[in-house]
């Protein structure tokens, strides 16, 4: 059993913890700190202070689960689709297009600048008498 949410047995009672320190809700959500104090903030978790220790309640986590389980099933008709990361990917109209209309030979050379050999020195003839 995991020991971020272990039970504990006190004379053959299987006695489950009320609260939690943020860590160990954090460890129950699959979150990190930011989200968790995120939720907090919120308001879509129960906690308060025990002192300077701050305890979060195990039925406002369940709750928690259960909402963010009935939003996600609550369209049945559309499909799950899978969020993607970083940069969209041209679509395959785009890309036969581009490659296409340019071949390695035929792309347009950027035009060429006059290399001046000693930088940093004007030549211009400009105001030379």
């Known amino acids: 059993m995991s020991r971020a949410f272990a039970t ?7 006695i489950e913890p009320l609260l939690v320190r943020p ?5 129950l959500l699959g979150c990190g700190n930011t989200r968790g104090y995120e939720l907090l903030a ?6 308060f202070l025990d002192g ?3 305890k979060i309640t195990v039925d406002s986590i369940r ?7 009935d939003a996600t099933t609550a369209a049945p ?7 993607r990361r970083g940069r969209p990917r041209k679509s395959p109209a785009l890309a036969r297009q581009s490659s296409s209309q340019w071949t390695h030979d ?9 290399a001046n050999p000693q930088k940093g020195v004007n030549n211009s003839t400009e105001g030379v008498t």
């Open 8 to 14: 504990s047995f006190t004379g053959g009672c299987q």
């Open 23 to 27: 860590r160990t809700a954090w460890r």
């Open 42 to 47: 919120a308001g879509e978790l129960e906690s």
């Open 52 to 54: 300077r220790s701050r």
């Open 63 to 69: 709750r928690y689960i259960a909402r963010r389980l």
């Open 77 to 83: 008709g559309e499909p799950y689709r899978s969020r």
């Open 106 to 114: 035929a792309r347009p050379k950027p035009p060429k600048e006059h």
